[in-house]
């Protein structure tokens, strides 16, 4: 089974900026040093066509994770998240996200709706979880999606403060 939830994350910048620092490897170091209590990296980063693709490897540990999922691993887990980010026109840009938890029968994805204007702007996030252990999964997908959107708003967060120190 799979649930789908979305979030909405704003950051108090203007539309460029977050773009240009979605499409910029630096960013993305800042992003996954910062993003966990537990340093990730950039494993690959690609420019592509006024877009970019970063593969990201991050560490989520247990203390961030939901109280169930919690219950059932006894470590940090890896998740290797590849975010498409498409080129901007006329103040809006398409994302796209996957990730996959190693080790774990857990794995999400998502389409993100970047649009915005000269003073702020908006991420719609619509995701999917999927928790693939029988009986369970449907029990522990929706605390997935919660925790994701926290996750969500922490990167919002970080980007707002990396555009402010760099752009």
Partial sequence: ???????TVTINQPVEKVHQALTNADYWAYNAAHLSPEPGEVHEFTEENGGAVATLFEVLPLEILPEAVRA????????????????LNDGKADITYTADVKGTPVDFKGAITLHGDDTSTTLGYENEVNVNI????????????????????????LTDEWINNNL
């Fill in 134 to 157: 029988p009986f369970m999964g449907p029990a522990i997908e929706p605390k997935v999606a919660e925790a994701l959107g926290e996750l969500f708003e922490n990167e919002g967060a």
């Fill in 1 to 7: 089974m799979t649930t789908r939830s979305e979030n």
């Fill in 72 to 87: 059932m691993i006894s470590q940090a887990l890896k998740v290797k998240r590849v975010v498409t980010v498409k080129p």
